[in-house]
């Protein structure tokens, strides 16, 4: 089968774990469920073209597995959705219909909304698990798992993210790897497509150029995988309730970042509170809470895994830390900067500041078991950031 023969045959040792970890949850899947019983959502995107080869390869593999196999893999009977949408691009469609014709895609079309769609098609067929692209960092993978239950008020099925646990990176080294075609929008500086109303080319990817038509490098040079989400543009009301663009996810909030500082503030109303006479518990509950939500998601700021750092995991753990959701890898977007020293086993990302007082000084607290790191840590800082911000560095 050209698609295993291919990673199995790259030096990419990364890319071998993901695909193997990935390659299990699907044979899991078909193990439980029948054929007649899974089906596989399809959008056209780099996510679910990666997973449309990846259940090619986990079908073959499970086949041969059940000795029911010659070596050669001659039809697909997974069952593929596709949601078609009057607002989606041609290229996404084009590429949709033609991948079909290649592969022999036994397609639903579905032309009404996803949940109504879904509703109707699982009242028809006996499906009870979906295989979906779903990666760590999309909006819709909050709280799900590689096998998830759907969530209440939608049809009961069974969610299977087979590539739960890639990132970006991930996701363009298996697509080069495999040598598989990809929708053309890709190659024009696309790195996340959603609507036609929602989605611009990656201004991080734009070229240098003399001419009036603007042009851009392909997806897969996109450096820094968290920011792949800036080409997609946020949407305002105008005064007459119409909707116009507003400013690329990410990208402006990336250079808006350097100038500003996010401060959280929790307000005790009450006048014992206020005099004094009744201790105030909610505002150490609400600091809990900010604190345990996290400083990134308390602000809104999506987080999204980082490769780099997660080889430095990887590096530290080894292969196994591969799980469901690796959530030590998520960063905030496109806001972080890993602070390295040679001292420090992992590259430092954040850390913990305050003030005593409204007009006091910010104060930078590291705490740590060993000396010797936390003071690696204080000297890296130290050479990022001007001392003459700090008005005492202890």
Not at 240 to 257: E, F, I, K, R, Y
Request: glycine share 8%.
């Amino acid at each position: 089968m050209e698609i295993d023969k291919a990673v199995r045959e790259s030096d990419d040792r990364r890319l071998k774990t993901k695909y193997n970890n990935a390659i299990y949850v699907i044979k899991r899947a078909l193990a439980l469920y029948s054929i007649e019983e899974v089906a596989f959502s399809f959008n056209g995107g780099k996510d679910s073209t990666v997973l449309l080869h990846l259940l090619r390869a986990g079908y073959f593999l499970h086949r041969v597995e059940q000795s029911c196999s010659n070596g050669i893999l001659t039809d697909f009977p997974i069952r593929t959705i596709y949601f078609e949408s009057t607002s989606v691009f041609p290229e996404i469609n084009t590429f949709t219909y033609d991948t079909s014709k290649i592969y022999g895609l036994q397609m639903d079309i579905i032309c009404t909304d996803f949940k109504s769609g879904l509703e109707a098609l699982l009242k028809a067929k006996p499906i009870r698990a979906i295989f979906l692209g779903v990666r760590i960092g999309d909006p819709t993978a909050v709280g799900q798992e590689q096998f998830s239950p759907s969530s209440p008020g939608w049809p009961p099925f069974m969610r299977v993210n087979p590539i739960l646990d890639w990132s970006y990176r991930d996701v363009w080294a298996f697509l080069l790897t495999c040598n598989v075609q990809y929708c053309s929008l890709y190659d024009q500086g696309y790195t996340s497509i959603g609507s036609i109303y929602d989605t611009v080319p990656n201004a991080l990817l734009s070229i240098s150029s003399t001419s009036s038509k603007e042009k851009f490098k392909p997806a897969y040079l996109l450096s820094d995988g968290r920011l792949e989400r800036a080409g997609r543009i946020k949407k305002k009301s105008t005064l007459d309730g119409t909707l116009c663009p507003a400013v690329n996810n990410g990208l402006d909030g990336v250079n808006s970042q350097k100038n500003r500082m996010f401060t959280a503030s929790v307000i005790g109303v009450g006048d014992e509170i206020l005099f004094g006479t009744v201790e105030d518990q909610l505002g150490p509950s609400l600091c809990r809470k900010l604190h345990s939500i996290g400083v990134a998601k308390a602000f809104g700021v999506r987080l999204a895994p980082d490769e780099e750092f997660e080889e430095f995991l990887r590096h530290l753990i080894g292969d196994q830390c591969t799980g469901d959701r690796n959530e030590m890898a998520q960063l905030p977007e496109g806001i972080t900067e890993l602070l390295h020293h040679e001292k420090l086993g992992v590259p430092l990302v954040g850390f913990c500041c305050f003030r005593r007082s409204r007009q006091g000084p910010l104060i930078i607290s590291f705490e740590g078991k060993d000396a010797s790191i936390v003071e690696a840590a204080v000297e890296a800082l130290c050479r990022k950031i001007n001392l003459r911000a700090f008005s005492e560095v202890n």
